[in-house]
């Protein structure tokens, strides 16, 4: 009987003192959830993870979630403590949520995660959200629109999506399906500028877009608006359908006991848009303007800054296109592809400038006569299609009358057949006078005795001994030979340290340093050839003949500032490839005897 008693009191002991043991262990608990079973498309819904128990635990990877933008929401952590039969233990919730983001209606699966805590696999649940599409709601509105009739593969189309508002508003988020199109190609727009408006950024996804806030009538009422805009590239031709944009957000409706305004979630959708997409006209595949579209007839007018030049003087060419349908959006390509103008002009393409004027497209660009028999500017014919009337159609400017003042003869002005500018052969024709006269007279004294042509023993003694006598007062002034060799030789030293520049600049170089070099090469210039002021790339270019430099090295230099004022002051914020390329070529192109002579002067 006593060891009948015993064994129970041994057994009732070992489960007593197990009771805190089982509390100590417990195990680990993972359990998921999300806080609404319905949603609208586009309206987040909360999931979570909590994990309860682990010694160490790391965010989940959410994988398989299908038909879901998934957005990280938050982590937390915390103790709790829990007293069993005076015994105390600490356990540490780990929790973790993200933002399920529903793309499209129906019943949606939340799958079930396999996850490894502390070495153990564990599952959480599997569920599912019923995802349903968001009705209109009174006092907001959403509409996705395009601007433009006629819609072509490559070329942009402009996307524009208007969110109006009657009550205080906040939390907007936007679930934009066109984004992930194959057959678009979408690109946000920069912030707009020279606005009273207010503008707005926002992150949807990866990007950011600029809003600008307005007010508008809509059915008769006032509300606030904001307005987001894309340019859309088709990529094919056919019909493009864009689904609704949804935007969820937070309304004000009322305020709280303390005057602050009290929100509710909400939940709206925009309309489907379709874009036309049609094939581009053979016609205007090759338009020498590039693709012009017009709401009507296109109005051209053209007009030059002078009428009267001389050949390879710089004019200024201005356009102006009324009638564009997006005139934002048109990518003219320049005047040098027209037939009418490459045999009388040359097109500095570079110098292409296009503005909008109130609904007008301004294009400027500089022209140069080629042609000194040219006696007007041609009439240009633009190949565009109509949008009133769905063809193809010509527009004609109006010829100009352009007085092309001749070269006499004797003036010292050629023309540069490559560069088409005006230059001064310093005292070419004289010369050449000079030159012949000197060889009638050398071969009337050759029949004469060496000894009594005095002029030709003058023409071979005097210019060495002057030379001599130059050299020996030189050295007497410098003082020392080391001065006296440096001063013969400063103008090739000069040079050496202008190509420590050049190496210097290939090897590291930025936008920033380009633009010093050419600052710097410039002063190099001036000093170099005494030069106080230029009168632009004409007036340099007349200056550097007449101090001494070769016509084809002037050439080169003046090429070479042409590129730079291109390529550094024409409002660009970073390098182009194309065009650095083309810089270095140029520069790369310039040798010593381009400004000095073997012997230390300039060149003749």
């Known amino acids: 009987m006593v060891k009948k008693h015993f064994i129970y009191i041994t057994i009732i002991l070992l489960l007593w003192a197990a009771l805190p043991l089982s509390s100590q262990t417990t195990g680990t608990t993972v359990r998921s959830s999300v806080d609404s079973s319905t949603a609208y498309v586009g309206q987040p819904v909360r999931y979570s993870i909590k994990i309860s128990g682990a010694k160490k635990t790391e965010r989940p990877e959410l994988e398989n979630f299908k038909g879901f933008r998934i957005q990280e929401s938050g982590e937390s952590s915390s103790v709790r403590a829990y007293s069993q039969n005076g015994r105390t233990t600490k356990v540490v919730i780990s929790e973790y949520s993200w933002l399920l983001y529903p793309e499209h209606t129906g019943n949606l699966l939340i799958p079930a995660l396999s996850l490894t805590i502390d070495g153990k696999s564990v599952r959480t649940a599997e569920g599912t959200l019923n995802v349903i599409e ?88 006032q509300y606030a608006s904001l307005t987001i805009e894309w340019d859309a590239y088709p990529r094919e031709t056919g019909t493009i359908e864009l689904d609704p944009v949804i935007l969820s957000f937070k309304r004000g409706v009322g305020q709280d006991g303390w005057g602050n305004v009290d929100y509710e979630n909400a939940v709206i959708p925009s309309n489907r848009l379709s874009l036309q997409v049609m094939p581009l006209p053979e016609d ?86 080629i042609d000194a028999e040219t006696v007007s500017f041609p009439a240009l014919s633009f190949l565009y299609y109509n949008q009133a009337t769905g063809k193809t159609e010509v527009s004609r400017s109006e010829a100009l009358d352009l007085e092309i003042v001749p070269i006499e003869p004797g003036s010292g002005m050629v023309i540069n057949s490559r560069l088409g500018r005006n230059k001064t052969s310093v005292g070419e024709q004289e010369s050449s006078i000079k030159l012949s006269l000197l060889h009638n007279e050398s071969l009337k004294h050759l029949r004469e005795p060496f000894f009594r042509s005095v002029p030709l023993v003058l023409f071979f003694i005097v210019p060495p001994l002057l030379y001599l006598l130059i050299v020996v007062i030189l050295y007497l002034r410098s003082g020392n030979s080391t001065k006296f060799f440096l001063s013969l030789f400063q103008r090739e030293d000069s040079y050496t340290q202008l190509k420590g520049k050049i190496r210097g600049l290939k090897s590291d170089y930025s936008l920033e340093k380009i633009r010093d070099f050419s600052e710097y090469l410039i002063q190099w210039i001036q000093t170099e050839y005494q030069l106080d002021h230029t009168s632009g790339l004409s007036g340099l270019y007349k200056t550097l003949i007449s101090r001494g430099m070769a016509e084809k090295s002037a050439d080169k230099l003046i090429l070479l500032f042409e590129k730079m004022d291109e390529y550094c002051w024409s409002g660009v914020d970073e390098l182009d490839v194309d065009s650095t390329a083309e810089f270095f070529e140029l520069l790369s192109d310039l040798k010593p005897d381009d400004f000095y002579c073997k012997s230390g002067r300039k060149t003749s």
Request: net charge negative; aromatic share 10%.
């Open 134 to 221: 968001p009705a209109p709601l009174e006092g907001y509105h959403l509409f996705l629109e395009s601007e433009g009739a006629d819609v072509f593969p490559g070329l942009p189309v402009r996307i524009s999506l208007k969110w109006l508002f009657s009550s205080q508003v906040s939390q907007p988020n936007f679930t934009l399906p066109f984004l992930e199109q194959d057959n678009l190609d979408v690109k946000s727009l920069p912030a707009p500028s020279g606005q009273n408006n207010d503008i707005y950024q926002f992150t949807i996804g990866d990007e950011i877009v600029f809003a600008t806030q307005s007010a508008q009538m809509y059915e008769g009422k």
């Open 284 to 369: 205007l595949k090759n338009a020498p303007a590039g693709l012009l579209i017009s709401k009507d007839k296109l109005d051209v007018q053209i007009e030059l800054d002078q009428q009267r030049a001389y050949p390879g003087d710089p004019l200024t060419l201005k356009m102006k296109l009324t009638n564009l349908s997006q005139p934002d959006m048109t990518d003219f390509k320049g005047f040098q592809n027209f037939p009418e103008l490459q045999e009388q002009f040359r097109i500095d393409g570079a110098s292409l400038i296009t503005y909008e004027e109130e609904d007008s497209l301004i294009i400027k660009q500089t022209v140069r006569v």
